[in-house]
Structure formats: C-alpha cells, structure tokens
C-alpha cells in the first residue's frame, strides 16, 4: 500500500513538473496571410484568443495578417492571447496641388501631406512672377508613399536683356529691338535742331540690364522747328525787311547787287513763303 501511494505521488510529481514546463503550453498556429475572420477561427480552433491591430504594408494585401505574436509556432499559454496585426494595405498620400503657389507655400503643402520636395529648378517666365511654382514633377492626386519626393520648377522672373542705347539711331532700329526682347517701348516727339527727324534724341533707361517686360521710354526728333519766309518783302526798305526776318525767326544777311542803290529788296534767298528751319539764314539782296 505505501508503495503504490509512493508510485501514485512521483507519478503526480511527474505530471505536475510536465505540465508547469510544458503541458500548459501551445504553439502558436499559422495566422499570416489569413483575413481576420480566418484568423479568428484558426485562433479559436487553437483555443486561443487573439487581438487584431491594423497597420499599413506594401507586401500584405488590405484584410490580410502580416505577422503575429508571438510567431507562428512560438509558444503560448494554452487560452492565451495572440496579436495579429492585420495590413490596411499600402499607406498612401495624396499630392497636393501646387502650381500657381509661392516656393514657401508649395513647400509646406507638400510636407503637410507626408511627402518631401525633390529637386527645385529655376526658369525664366515671363507671365509667372519670380518665386511662383511653374509645374511640378507628379501630378496632383497622385497617391504617393511618404516621404516620396515632388520636384519643382519655380519661376525666376523674366529673362534678363542686356539694354542697347539708341540715341542718335532711328525709332524704326529701337522698335525692331523692342519687340524681339519683349521691351514695351514709350515714345514721345519733341523739335531739335541737329538730330534728324526719326532719330532719337534720349533714352531712359540708356542700357544697362533689363528683363522682359520692363519699359524704355525715348524721345524722337520731329527735327527742327520749320518758319516761313515772310512774304511781301520786295520792294520793302531793307530794315524793315530785316525786321521781319527775325521776328519769323530767321538770321537776315543782306547781299548788294550795285553799289549806292536805294536799298530795296529785290529779292530773298530762300524765296518768300518758304518752309525752312528756324533760325536759318535769309538773304535779302539790295538795289
């Protein structure tokens, strides 16, 4: 009898030490790849529990576990608890819209919506202010992983123009040179007695760097102011004649054909009613 109660206690020993080693024990089963509902009736069919988590993955397709743990056949407490974490699939970030936008606006759209600016080039525009995003590298709303890189073409204002001085040279030469460069050019007329009537006569700015789109303003000659030679003067005294010379603006010279004559007017040099520059000489010849 004391033997078989000595056998009956190893025995339970025994077991007790295998069960707190072992027994109590599971291993966890096959869980990754499996939709959740899977899952939950592997789970249960193991007589464990399990708890899902969710999280993104470019591999696992939405719906499906990714891993577990513990892993699949790690060992777990027998009505344990498993944690699956099962894929929302693919984390994807829209790309925001920034074309039209200053550099430092773009900058901030992108890196709210999880994403980084790739290379940023300059261009010449002369219809997108300097600073302004001209177009960007990936569309809008295209989904996009974090962290991807959106590059940029920001303006950088109008072409620069090396300016040219027309003054003395003919509108026709600065307007030819106006519209190749994108110039708006400003012209006005006034008089001057020594640069020819279609010349310029000044300029503002007169050379120098320009860009696109900036204005030169010129003055062109219209010539000399033109007088006309007073008419009536045949016959007239030469003083008088002389009088009326100057006061149309002309420099009289009087010229005599004989000597001691009456000192009349026969004639004048450019002739009466003339068109001439004023300031101009006048030639009154004496009888």
Same mark, same amino acid.
């Given at each position: ?71 699949? *056949? /790690?060992?777990?407490? #027998?009505?344990?608890? $498993?944690?699956?974490? =099962? !894929?929302? @699939? +693919?984390?994807?970030?829209? %790309? &925001? ?109 007169? *050379? /120098?760097?320009?860009? #696109?789109?900036?204005? $030169?303003?010129?003055? =062109? !000659?219209? @010539? +000399?102011?033109?007088?006309? %030679? &007073? ?57």
């Amino acid at each position: 009898m004391a033997l078989i109660l000595t056998v009956a206690i190893v025995a339970g020993l025994g077991w007790g030490g295998w069960y707190v080693l072992e027994g109590r024990y599971t291993d966890t089963p096959p869980l990754v790849k499996l939709t959740q509902t899977d899952a939950q009736a592997a789970a249960q069919a193991a007589e464990l529990a399990v708890v899902f988590e969710r999280e993104y993955s470019e591999d696992v397709p939405a719906g499906q576990v990714i891993r577990t743990e513990p892993s699949e *056949g /790690g060992r777990i407490l #027998r009505d344990g608890v $498993v944690t699956a974490w =099962v !894929s929302r @699939g +693919p984390e994807r970030f829209a %790309v &925001p819209s920034v074309v039209g936008k200053t550099a430092e606006e773009a900058t901030s759209l992108i890196q709210g919506s999880s994403l980084k600016v790739g290379e940023v080039k300059q261009e010449h525009s002369d219809t997108v202010a300097s600073g302004v995003v001209i177009s960007q590298g990936t569309k809008p709303d295209t989904q996009a992983r974090r962290n991807d890189a959106v590059a940029l073409v920001v303006s950088a204002g109008p072409a620069p123009v090396d300016g040219v001085d027309f003054t003395g040279k003919k509108l026709t030469d600065a307007q030819a040179w106006a519209g190749q460069n994108r110039i708006t050019l400003n012209t006005s007329e006034e008089n001057h007695d020594s640069v020819p009537k279609g010349a310029i006569i000044r300029q503002d700015p007169a *050379g /120098g760097q320009l860009h #696109r789109g900036d204005a $030169v303003s010129v003055v =062109v !000659s219209k @010539g +000399p102011v033109m007088v006309t %030679v &007073p008419t009536g003067l045949r016959g007239q005294g030469a003083d008088t004649a002389a009088d009326r010379i100057r006061q149309a603006g002309l420099e009289p010279k009087f010229e005599r054909l004989v000597s001691g004559g009456f000192g009349l007017v026969l004639s004048v040099e450019p002739g009466e009613g003339a068109s001439v520059p004023k300031g101009s000489t006048v030639v009154i010849k004496l009888v």
